[in-house]
């Protein structure tokens, strides 16, 4: 199982991106996907963004609630994250992740992880 995150990049404060998860070789079904991120230096813990539940039932961060969408293309193997209005405190390593929890998916519980993709927002 790999997963590739990709649609990082440097935008101005109010600007959008849409991240993206391809998940090579994970076919695994009844579990969650998510979103999660790790703020600039000092170093700290990842933090829940969204995830999805395996019933496609979404749960988002409060600070993200109504400006992120998570969403997922089963066909494609991929799992987005629509991000509009975007804040510099947003500004993060974005790390998709597999095969966690569907009971509070925004826990850092899950079995498979990408290497992260960088997301600056600039004021």
């Known amino acids: 199982v790999q997963l590739v995150e990709s649609g990082g990049g440097s935008v101005q404060s109010g600007g959008s991106l849409r991240l993206a998860c391809a998940l090579s070789g994970y076919t695994h079904k009844g579990y969650s996907l998510a979103w999660f991120r790790r703020g600039p230096p000092p170093l700290k813990e990842r933090e829940g963004v969204a995830a999805i539940d395996s019933d496609g039932s979404t749960v988002y961060a409060p600070a993200v609630k109504g400006r992120f969408t998570i969403s997922q293309d089963s066909a494609k193997k991929t799992l987005y994250l629509q991000m509009n209005n975007l804040k510099p405190e947003d500004t993060a390593t974005y790390i998709c992740?597999?095969?966690?929890?569907?009971?509070?998916?925004?826990?850092?519980?899950?079995?498979?992880w990408g290497q992260g993709i960088q997301v600056t927002v600039s004021s």
């Open positions: 992740a597999a095969e966690g929890t569907n009971v509070n998916p925004l826990l850092a519980i899950y079995n498979y």
